[in-house]
């Protein structure tokens, strides 16, 4: 079965540097999302591409972040300048259309120090 | 703004004892209503689906069924397997929100 993959699985950065956060999305696919987890909380929703444009983000997602499709295989989060509070699980979801059932990644465990 | 509350936030359960899990929500424009399962250090997995009131879904021995407020998931007769929290999820526009979870435990 298709499924989302997300790399790396675990990535420690100091703050202030700048992370990248990968996802392949499954193939025929057409809407993709970020969100996050902190430990022991509850997921949060960052933001929705879709045709190559954001369609909705959240208060969370500010000029600090950003998303790309550079090609048409990968989706990827950039964090310019990481904070400690930055520190947490992230996901990458796909779904076929709006509305429809979003397809998880094992998330990528971001920690700043 | 969307709302999505889970109770109970724990449940411990005896092998074979039933029971079953709640999710109200408030939401502008429902599209869907999903319940995902979450094992520790690994992503939401898709469990089901709902669009409308009155729908249920069923798959082994899970039972999702949903109302104009509210969501219940039923488990029936459940195994230590079935350990892991639960969430609930309501659609709306693009995004989803999320409840908190309610973590079951089944006990041999």
């Known amino acids: 079965e298709p499924e989302v993959t997300q790399t790396p699985s675990h990535q420690v950065t100091q703050m202030g540097q700048e992370v990248i956060l990968r996802c392949v999305p499954i193939s025929n696919h057409l809407y993709f999302y970020w969100y996050r987890q902190i430990l022991g909380q509850k997921v949060e929703f960052l933001v929705s591409f879709y045709n190559n444009e954001i369609s909705e983000k959240s208060e969370i997602f500010d000029d600090q972040f950003s998303v790309e499709r550079p090609d048409g295989s990968n989706f990827t989060l950039k964090i310019r300048s990481t904070k400690l509070e930055d520190s947490a699980m992230y996901f990458c979801?796909?779904?076929?259309?709006?509305?429809?059932?979003?397809?998880f990644g094992n998330g990528t465990r971001l920690t700043v120090t | 703004e969307d709302q999505v509350t889970q109770s109970p936030e724990a449940l411990r359960l005896q092998e074979g004892e039933s029971s079953s899990l709640n999710c109200s929500y408030t939401v502008s424009g429902l599209r869907g209503l999903f319940w995902y399962r979450q094992d520790p250090g690994k992503g939401p997995e898709f469990l089901f689906t709902?669009?409308?009131a009155g729908e249920e879904k069923e798959k082994e021995r899970l039972k999702a069924t949903l109302t104009k407020k509210e969501s219940f998931l039923h488990i029936t007769a459940p195994k230590p397997e079935d350990s892991a929290t639960y969430l609930c999820?309501?659609?709306?526009?693009?995004?989803?929100?999320f409840g908190d979870g309610t973590t079951l435990t089944v006990k041999p």
């Open positions: 979801a796909s779904s076929p259309g709006q509305g429809m059932t979003l397809h």
């Open positions: 999820a309501v659609q709306a526009d693009s995004k989803s929100t």
């Open positions: 709902l669009y409308s």
